[in-house]
């Protein structure tokens, strides 16, 4: 039996029974392999559950090897319909194979890197479901610009640290005709905006209102340490009061979503 972290349960908890999943970057695989035995054991109470494609990918050989590895420990010999691949990205899934897509645990900017490699392919998937390991803001920039929509915001904790879930749809598309991205201007928001959406406080949870006052007892130590001259990477007092206010205008915006939690 398979006990996910807070992190991957959350994750999970957001994808229905019936939905098709790649999970790219799987790791150790316990993601689709916690999908397939969940379902499977509620066919076996005859609930009338399919358990449709699940595909866990990995650009590393010995990662998707574990994976394997923990497929054969935990199912034998039976016949598993999650099947491993080797590769970068979404460039191993066809457009269209699957309805969902996980990215968890690797960096935002990479998220916007695959996804903008090929955006007629990305466009063909229903729905992603993202967790950033760092760069959310710019992950959500870009999915403004490109039109994707973030339904779900999620603020979940794991390792002493707190972890961003976004539940993502994409623009109605037919898979077999060609997607033209019409991208939107982003400029007239400035990067908090971003970084702190306001769907954190319109989805807030029992965990987003700590994340936030980590974050802003954070930045003010940073305005602390530059102020009492301790930030020696500073060459100038320009560039010492330009640091300063880019932390004073996160810390304004983190605020502003705390007072209206």
Known sequence: MIILTERLQAIADNIDNDESVADIGTDHGYLPLYLYEHRNAHSNNNLNVQSP????????KGSLKKAEDNMLRL???E???????????????????????????????????IMDWDISKTMSYKKYILQPRNNGGALRRYLYEVGIEVEKFLI????RRYCEIMVCRTPTFDPGNTFV??????????????????????????HTKR???????FE?????NITAGRNIKMQSEIEEDSAINIRLEKIKRIEYLLSNI
Do not use: H, W
């Open 79 to 113: 016949k598993v319909p999650v099947e491993p691949r080797l590769g970068d990205g979404l460039e191993i899934i066809k457009p269209g194979e699957v309805d969902t897509i996980v990215m968890a645990g690797i960096g935002g900017l990479l998220m916007t890197e």
């Open 220 to 224: 003010k130590k940073i305005v602390d």
């Open 53 to 60: 494609k699940l595909i866990m990918t990995d650009v590393s």
């Open 75 to 77: 199912f034998g010999g």
């Open 181 to 206: 991205v019409r991208r939107k201007d982003s400029t007239e928001f400035d990067d908090n905006y971003f970084e702190y959406p306001d769907i954190m406080i319109a989805q807030a949870g029992k």
């Open 211 to 217: 994340y936030l006052e980590e974050k802003c007892s």
């Open 156 to 159: 979940v904790p794991e390792d």
